[in-house]
């Protein structure tokens, strides 16, 4: 004996439609549900079938879609208990439900380096501090002024640097020529003994040739004496 068990709730009357196959072990045909959906529903009420009978009708009707089951009708045993046996079963394929991959964040563009400082492209010993009078030897002022100088200039690639030497305009020509070259070669070398590289090197004296200020005063005098560093090619 066979009763019907209608597994969903919100199934209601339907309207049987006409058979669209058939086979030995099984009926399959379609029919309208009580909210105008279209199911189909398969059969298998032979003495000798299974409920595996009509689940391998269902797959067959589905193919690679999903088989979502509407209701069925249960072998019942004595008591008119079911035995968890359908032998009909009404149901719609429905696409199988795809993941949608989770969008990742575009990756954000590396916060670019701060701006290293640019390096000191020159810088002048000037005045009495740096040197005592008619001496090429370097004071410590000026010592510190050209660590400075080293400093901000480590590791720069320096293609040629620039030393000139001047003097005020007391005193002979030659002297003032030899007194500003030694200066200027003093310079050098320090730099050169304190890290400071570069592809060349222009060291020159040109004695009181270009005045910065007036030679008539001892604050223009003392402005002349000057030792100017240039850095190029960085």
Known sequence: MYIRLFFTAACVALAAGCTTSSGLTYNHDIVTLANGTQAHRVQCLGLA??????????????????????SAVDRAVSGFKP???PREIIFTCTAPVVEQP???????????????PAPAR?????????FDL??????PAAKANLDEFVAANRGVDIQQLTIAGYTDSTGSVALNNRLSEARARSVQAYLGSHGLRAARYSVSGY??????????SADGRAKNRRVEIQVDGQ
Request: net charge negative; with cysteine; aromatic share 2%.
């Open 102 to 116: 989770v969008p990742q964040a575009a990756p954000q563009p590396a916060p670019k380096p701060a701006p290293t």
């Open 49 to 70: 079938e299974t409920t595996e009978s009509c689940m391998d009708q269902v797959r067959k009707v589905c193919g690679d879609k999903q088989a979502f089951r509407v």
């Open 207 to 216: 004695g009181s040739a270009s005045p910065v200020a007036s030679n008539a």
């Open 83 to 85: 035995e968890n046996d």
């Open 134 to 139: 008619n001496s090429a030897a370097l004071t």
């Open 122 to 130: 020159k810088v002048t010993l000037q005045g009495d501090a740096n």
